[in-house]
């Protein structure tokens, strides 16, 4: 770990094990060629995040190949078994170009990505793999998206109880300045 892989020989896509698969964890292939991945993008001048999968818990996927995402993920991923962990270093021309992706990425960004390996699969309709195995594993980020919600909705619930119990303050704050202007200047007069 920590060898530094340049995986175009330009440059262009440098590669970093960060966590090493198990010995006999599958690869991408032209029969898996669905990737569900972590990820957590950041710029190379500053380390700030730009995008990233970990805060809400939920995978990416898309399909190698296909041109869905950036150029060096399509090289990168290829290379990486299921449990693997790695840090990519993708220069401009392998990640947005001149152009960048507005709002987000500026124009000529080099970015790095740490990006998880979750699973690999056939795409949609393909005969490799068994229904319950793809079954398992959309039941399984079936329950990914259910912890996610029932975290926001505890995460909206105390946030709601806290202006509940701020509004029952100022209002016991005001009964009580009330409280004090009753009575002031009577009782004294006989």
Known sequence: MGDVIDLTGD???????????????????DDLPVVDVH?????AENE??????????????FELGSG????SWDIALKTMKVGEVA???????????SAGSP???????????????????????ASVGSVSEERAR?????KQREIAAAAKEDDKKKREEAKAAAAAR?????????????????????
Not at 11 to 29: M, N, Q, T, W, Y
Not at 87 to 97: D, I, V
């Open 39 to 43: 990820y957590e993008g950041t710029f």
């Open 68 to 71: 869905s995402v950036i150029r």
């Open 103 to 125: 709002p987000d990425i500026p124009p000529d960004a080099t970015l790095i990505f740490e990006v998880e390996l979750v699973a690999c699969r056939p795409r949609k309709g």
């Open 138 to 142: 959309l039941e399984d980020l079936k």
């Open 11 to 29: 440059g262009g896509v440098l590669k970093e094990i960060v966590r090493r698969a198990k010995p006999d964890a599958i690869s991408p292939s």
């Open 48 to 61: 700030k995040v730009f995008d990233t999968t970990r805060e809400d818990n939920l995978v990416f996927s």
């Open 170 to 190: 100022i209002q016991a704050k005001l009964d009580a300045k009330k409280g004090q202007g009753k009575g002031k200047g009577k009782g004294k007069s006989k």
């Open 87 to 97: 840090k990519l270093t993708c220069k401009p021309e392998y990640a947005y170009g």
